[in-house]
Structures are given as structure tokens and as C-alpha cells.
């Protein structure tokens, strides 16, 4: 399972190799969907692809069932959501042993692409870049949408970003309530130890 897949990448790569039965594209953004149902409609592979539109922040995700996901994986996107709901998630559908790989980065992404305060949006906790990250030509990207910024000025948006600060990842990394089960492991990648589903604190 693959949650913020951007523009199919991975998902293409997982789907042509041929030995997955299964693999779940998980977005919040139907937009981003569609852009990943284009990249793999003619991909030559025996790969079923199932597309769920959800945001791990309050959906759960019903149509998977209990203990059936080998790996999940996430790339720049788990600093997006509120880890500590995902991490249930994650725990209820791993199998045992199951493994979960994701690479983090924090606020200061933000600066980094150009999006500032004033493309933020306090109720909600989302901020909006308006530059598209290793885009070399922006005018072959089409936006997600478009805001209006503080100033009246309509602009369009590439991506929409919810990012916790790292120690609010390491609060609820630390929760004895989120990580109870022993039998099942995760895997953390970019910035994090090898760690245990379990108990300790």
C-alpha cells in the first residue's frame, strides 16, 4: 500500500514488476489520483490496483481489512497527517511483521518551496505550495486547484501539506496507547531508527 503517491511514480514501478497481487493507492487528493490512474492506464501488468480517496486524519480505511497489508510506504507525505490516527491505521491492517517505510520532513520544507504564511490556513492546519518541487517548467504542470491569498491575489497550488513538528512525531511515536502490540513491526526510513510496534516508551 502506498499513502501520498504523488504522481505514480512508485506505483508505476510496484505495478510493472509483476509480483504483487495487490496495491492500494491511498490519497486525500482525488486530483492526485487521477494524475497516478493516467500514469499506470496502460501499464502492462497483472496487478490489481485499488484507488482509495481518504484522509488518514479522520477516515478510516474500511475497505481494508484487518491484518492483510504487507508493506506500506510513504514519501514525503507522513509529516502530512496526524500520526498518531495513521499509526492506528497502520497497526490495525499490517499483518505481523508487516513493514512500514517512510520518509519525513518537517516545517521548514515550507520556506524551501516557496510557500509562506500567508498561503496558510490556521483552521485547518493546511499550508499550500505554489511552486511544484523538480518541476522544471511549471507550465506543463497543471495545479490541484487555486487560492486567494491575504493580499486578494488568485493563485494556483501544486500541493496542499499538514506538517507536524518533529517533536509532536516523537510524542506519538513515544505513546504507550498507540504502540502496544509486539507482533508487529515498523520500519522507519529518512531519519529514524529501526524500530518495534511495541510497548515501550
Known amino acids: 500500500m502506498e499513502v ?14 509483476g509480483s504483487l497481487s495487490r496495491y492500494y493507492i491511498v490519497d486525500m487528493s482525488e486530483r492526485m489520483q487521477d494524475l497516478v490512474k493516467a500514469r499506470l492506464e496502460n501499464a502492462d501488468t497483472s496487478t490489481e490496483l485499488v484507488f482509495i480517496h481518504a484522509e488518514l486524519d479522520r477516515d478510516p480505511l474500511s475497505e ?32 505481523p511483521g508487516g513493514l512500514f517505510r517512510a520518509n519525513v520532513t518537517d516545517r521548514s520544507v515550507r520556506e524551501e518551496t516557496a510557500a509562506d504564511d500567508d498561503l496558510f490556513n490556521k483552521e485547518s492546519g493546511y499550508f499550500y505550495l505554489t511552486s511544484n518541487p523538480g518541476a522544471e517548467d511549471q507550465n506543463e504542470v497543471k495545479p490541484l486547484g487555486r487560492i486567494t491569498t491575504k493580499a486578494g491575489e488568485d493563485v494556483p497550488y501544486y500541493r496542499m501539506m499538514r506538517s507536524y513538528y518533529r517533536w509532536e512525531l516523537k510524542l506519538s511515536f513515544a505513546e504507550p496507547q498507540c504502540l502496544k502490540r509486539s507482533d508487529r513491526s515498523l520500519t522507519y526510513g529518512s531519519g529514524y531508527t529501526n524500530t518495534p510496534f511495541s510497548s515501550r516508551s
Open 4 to 17: 501520498g503517491p504523488g504522481k505514480g511514480e512508485f506505483a508505476e514501478s510496484g505495478a510493472r514488476r
Open 64 to 95: 481494508i481489512p484487518d491484518g492483510t497489508i504487507d508493506k506500506i510506504i510513504m514519501i514525503n507525505a507522513f509529516q502530512d497527517i496526524n500520526p498518531k490516527h495513521a499509526l492506528w491505521e497502520f497497526r490495525r491492517i499490517l499483518k
